[in-house]
């Protein structure tokens, strides 16, 4: 790459790209966390009713009453945490934070397609340039902070660098593939 002020467009169209990628895979193990959580509750309940029911039927099942006990016990904790984790703020809140991205993405496309109309990279689109970031910077402030997964960071950024290769941005001043 260059020196030339139009990278900034590119660098940071490519990591907001990463972003959405990012908080979108996040977002469904999350789900996928939450559905077995509640899952795994529902299941704990229900065995729970079916056991207790039999140890009231059948007075000598000691067995019936320990598995009534230890799975009442389970889903009595595990329905006392669940409010406290706040799981649906959380997803709401990424949700909220992915659908800004996505609207900064489409931003930055404007942005990148405008460079390539005009073949330059002029005042009005620093000005513009200069508004993205001032927004990417309130995303960045008020969004939700996630694990830090290196495994999921990288494989995202393989996809981004597929999706976005240097050679797809317009540089004015260079001949296109440089």
């Not at 230890?70 to 945490?81: K, Q, R």
Request: charge should be neutral.
């Amino acid at each position: 790459m260059s020196d030339n002020q139009v990278w900034d467009v590119y660098d940071l169209l490519r990591t907001v790209r990463l972003n959405i990628k990012y908080y979108s895979a996040y977002l469904v193990r999350f789900a996928k966390m939450r559905l077995i959580l509640e899952l795994g509750l529902s299941i704990c309940a229900i065995i729970s009713l079916s056991t207790g029911i039999l140890s009231i039927g059948n007075h000598s099942s000691q067995i019936a009453w320990l598995v009534w006990l230890v799975f009442s016990t389970f889903t009595a904790v595990l329905a006392g945490l669940l409010p406290f984790l706040r799981l649906s703020e959380r997803e709401s809140s990424i949700r909220q934070t992915l659908v800004k991205y996505r609207e900064l993405q489409a931003e930055l496309e404007k942005l990148s397609f405008s460079i390539r109309d005009k073949k330059e990279y002029g005042e009005e689109e620093k000005k513009h340039f200069t508004n993205l970031v001032k927004f990417t910077e309130d995303i960045a402030m008020e969004a939700i902070t996630l694990p830090f997964n290196k495994t999921l960071l990288e494989e995202k950024e393989q996809e981004v660098t597929k999706e976005f290769p240097v050679s797809s941005f317009f540089v004015p001043g260079q001949q296109s593939g440089q």
